[in-house]
């Protein structure tokens, strides 16, 4: 069948089953703009972690690296946001001796990983609607195909003699829903994946930085 006849049997088809097209078309389109965005999303925040773990691990002293950050916070990248809610909880309260010094490095180490927290619920926005595409598309795409093929067979009660000819393009007409369906959903199950690995991946780059900074500020 070439491409001339399936794009004709989908402009023939039943205004529901058009309808269920349309829809699974749209799922696509928007899932895709949502994973190349996080994709990007998830990029810049890699290599965010690589440039500043590059400056923390290079023996320049924290007060100057938090002096080279950001004073807004909304203007801070993650890391930034991080080492900053950590270093400004620790140099709140000034330490007058070594419990003290234990007391503001565990206030900053909270600090720090609720600030973590909020970051990864940033780059895990927009995924639970990819797994929502990914698991609805196939049974929306059903139900155009069920619902082709309920039509098909109700039109049939008015033909006395039912042929293959007669039969085949209703049933073709109501699996196309079915293709539409699986071609929303094959994709955004592999990219829900693939980005929500990538999120758990740096979660743990920041769980990681987190400890040693917290170790850092105990010396």
Known sequence: MDSLSIFSLIIEAGIVVQFVML?????????????????KVLLDAQNDHKKFYTKYISGQDLSDLHVAIPKVRSARSSMESIFG?????FSLNKAKTSQDKINNAERAFRSMNNTMNDELDVHYRGLSILAM???SSPYIGLFGTVWGIM???IGLASVKQATIAIV???????????????FA????????????S??????????SFIE?????FQR
């Open 151 to 153: 039509h098909s067979f």
């Open 168 to 182: 085949a393009p209703g049933i073709a007409e109501a699996l196309i829903a079915t293709a539409f369906g699986l």
């Open 212 to 216: 040693e900074l917290f170790v850092s």
């Open 185 to 196: 959903a094959i994709p955004a199950t592999m990219a829900y994946n693939r980005l929500s």
């Open 23 to 39: 829809v699974l078309v749209l799922m696509s389109i928007y899932s895709w703009t949502l994973i190349l965005s996080k994709k």
């Open 85 to 89: 809610a950590g270093y400004e909880e």
């Open 198 to 207: 990538q999120v758990e991946s740096i979660g743990n780059k920041y769980s």
């Open 133 to 135: 595409i990914a698991s």
